[in-house]
């Protein structure tokens, strides 16, 4: 099934990459649900100002009712469910910290949102996906999954999970014609990398110079990536991630 008319929730669309992900795919004409903390209302009101179908629903990924709760409602109200993007994750709001002296709170706080917040939408939309024949799950996770970053282990360890579910998901739910693939960005100027000044300042320009594309890199240039696993294109690609950095270095 191509996007025109088909049901699509982003977690973490109130902003950053996931507004710039359900702003294209209710372009492409899908009826888009910004499920967000803080914020989704506001959103998708912004987009519905534009002739977009975008609604909004207040949920925390790591809440296993509010979780089921907005799935039910998304189900309920649009008849189906055919697109997840699990965008929401906690990184620009991290205090980076040696790996001494970070704490098991740090580590649960991280993971309770950058993985279980994932295992748990992906469990609640599974009964609506089969009931529709089918769907797509398409993970964020981040480049540094793959080459590492000081200071920032638990949250480097919380993206390779969110790989490995990906492969897990997509062996475990084909047969359901569930396809699970994952993007992974590089270093992006987000909403939230935008409010958090050191970041700005120690790592914009480092991760410039590490690409080969020597530009920053923003949420535009994700939507085409999260567009494809989400749309017909990709019909028989499942358990992938596809890497968008504009061509790191390392
Ligand atoms: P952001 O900070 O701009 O926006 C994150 C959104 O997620 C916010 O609207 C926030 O309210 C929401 N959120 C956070 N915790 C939540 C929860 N428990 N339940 C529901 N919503 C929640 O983030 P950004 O930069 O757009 O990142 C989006 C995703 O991309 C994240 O998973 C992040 O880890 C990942 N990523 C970001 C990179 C970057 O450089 N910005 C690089 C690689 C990956």
């Not at 996007?3 to 996931?18: E, F, H, K, N, R």
């Not at 992906?122 to 996770?141: D, T």
């Not at 638990?154 to 994952?182: D, F, M």
Request: aromatic content about 6%; some cysteine; proline content about 4%.
């Amino acid at each position: 099934m191509g996007l025109q008319g088909s049901v699509a929730i982003v977690t973490g669309a109130a902003i950053g990459i996931g507004f710039a992900a359900a702003e294209r795919l209710a372009e492409r004409g899908a009826r888009v649900v910004i499920a967000d903390r803080s914020g989704a209302e506001e959103a998708a009101s912004r987009l519905a100002a534009r002739d977009l179908q975008v609604t909004g629903v207040a949920l925390d990924v790591s809440s296993p009712e509010q979780v089921s709760a907005a799935v039910q409602a998304t189900e309920s109200r649009h008849g189906r469910i055919d697109v997840l993007v699990n965008n929401a994750g906690i990184y620009s709001t991290l205090e980076p910290k040696p790996f001494e002296q970070l704490t098991p709170q740090e580590w649960r706080q991280v993971f309770d949102v950058n993985v279980i917040g994932v295992f748990l939408m992906c469990q609640a939309v599974l009964p609506a996906f089969q009931r529709a024949g089918g769907g797509r799950i398409v993970n964020i996770s981040s480049g540094v999954a793959f080459k590492g970053n000081p200071w920032m282990a638990h949250y480097v360890a919380s993206k390779g999970a969110v790989i490995s579910l990906t492969r897990a998901l997509a062996t475990e739910l084909g047969r359901y014609q569930i396809l699970v693939n994952s993007v992974a960005p590089g270093f992006t100027l987000s909403d939230g990398v935008h409010r958090n000044p050191t970041l700005v300042e120690g790592v914009r320009e480092p991760s410039m110079r590490n690409r080969v594309l020597a530009r920053d890199m923003t949420p535009a240039d994700l939507v085409g990536a999260i567009e494809f696993f989400a749309d017909a294109q990709s019909a028989f690609i499942t358990g992938q991630t596809l890497v968008v950095d504009g061509g790191a270095y390392f």
